[in-house]
């Protein structure tokens, strides 16, 4: 362990919450990784006293046949940390569900301590499992160890990122779509989608099996399938008599629903659901869930633009297909009809390092619905016109058919 003083260090371990700088120090005592550990600590501290990053990004590192996957970092003082003057980041294409075996962990670990500096992040923001520095050297004997045990690499630039979704029908009674199956089969298919970076920027696919979206994907994935119904939700009278007897605030809990859409009669201790008005928020389920449960009919919504902050605001996702089925049996051939369309509209209209929902929101939400064939429906608009004018075209008003079917 050095003996180097690292104030700012200390303080970072301070608090309620785990520390990385702890799991620094832990993997200074495996033989073979003090000097990079105690140097990266080194290197953290003098970052936050400058209050400045000492990386940078030198150019494109990779393997042989991927142009993602790799993250290059190179150090801005060389000289002065000799041995991280390159740290790159390896990102691992994760199970669907993050569903590992303790043989699995096992294999990852001895991987990156052979060829890296041994510390991961499990699991970064898109989902992969990190491996935190390596030389250019290192890259493609590591990737070469992670091939041949089934791994493989998942995405970096702009491309397709690793697709992730949460454990759906492996632990969870809500899951309105199998979200496993799901991922697991879009990521074998896009493959050269995610490891062949050829878009104006990076596009992200999030599965959650139901409203809850307990993987945030409305927030954070250009492309998030969220599991729903479309029936009316499953009532057990008997289940809302008996909250009804242990004191539950029922009426504070439909209080709650956005729509107002549930009544609950004292009298009778009975619930009743106006289905058409119901948006599906789940909280009247969350909350009471041995008397309610998702309805029987299911299958997904589809929302595109959700981002974080950085060529405009964050975005949350926009509902663009209110309700699919998602054709498991035909290999999901129904939503893959549908992206690869939205990539495509995107791909040809969009500037560089321009998100999908930065160029919905520069062309319109009506350029894209014309380019991908898709009809305007209720559920798409975000919030009423603040503008009254409406302009037609002579186009619109040829069309015979319908608005929304």
Known sequence: MSTTKRPMMEEMMNGRWPSF?????????????????????DVLEESYEIKKPLWKHGGIVGVRGYGGGVVGRYSLKPEKY???????????????????????????????????????????????????????EELQPAFNDL???????????????????????????????????FTNNVTHHYQMELH????????????????????????????????????DIQIDQKEVAA????GLPIKAII???????????????????DNENCTRC???????????????????????????TIVQSAFIGWVVVPFMKLDKENDYENFKE?????????????KTRERLGELIYRLGMNSMLKAIDLKPMPQMVRFPRENPYIYWSEEDLNDESEVAE
């Open 255 to 273: 209080s709650r629903c956005p729509t107002k859409c549930i009544s609950f009669d004292e009298d009778k201790k009975e619930l009743t659901v």
């Open 338 to 350: 549908f992206v690869e369309s939205v990539w495509d509209w995107w791909d040809e209209h969009a």
């Open 196 to 231: 062949r970076p050829m878009w104006p920027y990076k596009s992200k696919i999030k599965v959650s099996g139901c409203p809850n979206d307990c993987v945030s994907a409305t927030a954070r994935s250009d492309i998030a399938v969220i599991g729903t119904w479309r029936d």
């Open 282 to 308: 789940m909280h009247c389920i969350n909350a009471m869930p041995k008397a309610l449960h998702i309805g029987k009919d299911k299958g997904c919504s589809i929302l595109l633009g959700g981002k974080a």
């Open 147 to 181: 091939s041949e045990h089934g791994w493989d690499l998942g995405g970096s630039g702009s491309d397709l990122r690793t697709p992730s979704c949460c454990v759906g029908p492996g632990r969870c009674e809500d899951a309105c779509i199998d979200t496993l199956d």
């Open 21 to 41: 700088v702890h799991e620094f120090e832990k993997n200074a005592t495996i033989e073979g990784k003090e000097e990079i550990s105690n140097v990266m600590l």
């Open 243 to 246: 909250y009804a007897d242990a």
């Open 82 to 136: 000799p041995i991280v003057t390159e740290f790159h980041t390896m990102r691992i294409n994760q199970p669907s569900g993050f569903f590992y075996t303790s043989d699995d962990i096992r294999t990852l670990s001895d991987i990156w301590e052979k060829h890296g500096s041994g510390m991961t992040n499990m699991h970064g923001a898109t989902g992969d499992v990190v491996f935190l520095g390596t030389t250019t």
